[in-house]
């Protein structure tokens, strides 16, 4: 059977891997991972006193190292309040690691209790178990699939605050209860084993969620143009792709505009591609006050972006790109005079997406041909919104 100075060094070893896993995350801008680098040193540290206690002068082995691992467990805490986006309240919980190190001192110098030394650090440890459950529990509305991770942590939460209670219990009722941290009976290596894989546990739950947490930051900097906010090219033909197959199976209507910024390109060559970016940006942010939020707006490239528009027939996209080019008409002072082209198709039964694509480009060309700022619809119905409402 393995002693109680060997299961704190192996729990002192399980810190160590999580904080070299940790550490590979350190600059991937996940919120809460400093957080649980410093939960493993501090546990790393903890452990080692914890298990050289007989070896240490009084106030490391009980004093010092209560304090260090309260810390770790505090700041596994801090991790995931800030993961997800909770305010950490770390006055408070120095506060408590100091009336915890305080009572420590006290059961130990002026009344000499582990029983009471007991009670307190467990309370404690349970006490943060159950701030990590209230912490994720409170996020809910947040999760998103998978939701192992989230069900992994409150599993984990519950296990060890009941565990911690369970070991009051033991010291306060039973007759075999240890005298003492580092006594090697059958049932104290046991509550040891167990206690030992709570810190590591705890940061690897938040190791998932932080995992989680960069998938999705990679995925949102694939889907979305860096410049504008916008999705980009690669989600328009994702979700293109969704949109039509939704419209085959419902038989709901789904159009596309594509729409060219006019005279853009001098505004690059006269006043620089900050200028530019300026523009681009506005025009998103304008754009974006006449869309709803099943709208899709997405940059293709250069000066062109594209709107897919579910649920939304020909005469409806025709409608919503006039606003947004009169709306761009209205701030051209604003954006250097730049105005709009667009050409508008609605998907037909027998099209793919490419050659919606196509119809909405050959009616973008027209648009532009026709001496730009309007709105040109399909080919079959080639006629410019502006001819439209002069008629």
Request: glycine share 6%; charged share 20%; hydrophobic share 50%.
């Given at each position: ?55 240490l002068s009084p106030v490391f082995a009980y004093e010092i190292a209560n304090a260090v691992y309260a810390s770790a467990s505090a700041s596994a805490l801090f991790g995931y309040r800030h993961l997800f986006r909770r305010p950490p309240h770390m006055r408070a919980w120095a ?189 998103v942010e304008l754009a974006q006050q006449e869309l709803r939020s099943i709208d899709c707006l997405c940059r293709m490239g250069g000066d062109e972006f594209a709107v897919l528009m579910p649920e939304t027939d020909l005469n409806g996209a025709m409608a919503l790109a006039n ?69």
């Amino acid at each position: 059977m393995l002693s109680t100075k060997e299961i704190f060094l192996i729990a002192s070893l399980l810190c160590f891997v999580t904080f070299l896993v940790l550490f590979s995350f350190r600059e991937q801008g996940v919120r809460g991972i400093s957080q649980m680098l410093l939960a493993s040193v501090l546990g790393m540290a903890g452990n080692i006193l914890y298990a050289y206690g007989r070896e240490l002068s009084p106030v490391f082995a009980y004093e010092i190292a209560n304090a260090v691992y309260a810390s770790a467990s505090a700041s596994a805490l801090f991790g995931y309040r800030h993961l997800f986006r909770r305010p950490p309240h770390m006055r408070a919980w120095a506060v408590a690691i100091a009336l915890l190190t305080v009572l420590i001192a006290w059961f130990h110098y002026v009344v000499d209790s582990f029983l009471a030394r007991t009670l307190v650090a467990s309370l404690f440890q349970a006490a943060v178990a159950a701030g990590i459950g209230f912490t994720v529990l409170h996020a809910r509305a947040e999760w998103r699939r998978p939701y192992y991770p989230k069900i992994f942590i409150l599993s984990m939460c519950l296990l060890i605050s009941a565990g911690h209670l369970l070991r009051i219990m033991r010291q306060l009722v039973s007759a075999a209860a240890p005298a003492s941290l580092l006594e090697p009976s059958s049932g104290n290596v046991l509550v040891l084993a167990a206690g030992a894989f709570a810190l590591p546990v705890l940061i690897l739950g938040g190791l998932l969620i932080a995992h989680r947490r960069i998938v999705l930051m990679a995925e949102h900097a694939a889907n979305h143009d860096f410049l504008t906010g916008a999705f980009s090219r690669r989600a328009f033909f994702d979700i293109g792709g969704r949109e039509q197959a939704r419209t085959a199976r419902t038989g709901q209507p789904v159009s596309l505009m594509l729409v060219d910024l006019d005279n853009f390109k001098p505004i690059n060559d006269a006043q620089g591609h900050d200028a530019g970016d300026r523009v681009l940006q506005r025009f998103v942010e304008l754009a974006q006050q006449e869309l709803r939020s099943i709208d899709c707006l997405c940059r293709m490239g250069g000066d062109e972006f594209a709107v897919l528009m579910p649920e939304t027939d020909l005469n409806g996209a025709m409608a919503l790109a006039n606003r947004i080019r009169h709306r761009m008409e209205s701030s051209a002072d604003l954006l250097c005079g730049v105005t709009l082209s667009i050409g508008v198709a609605s998907l037909r039964e027998e099209d793919s997406l490419q050659t919606l694509v196509k119809r909405a480009d050959l009616a973008l060309y027209a648009a532009k041909g026709k001496g730009r700022n309007q709105v040109q619809v399909e080919e079959n119905q080639v006629q410019s919104w502006g001819e439209a409402e002069a008629a």
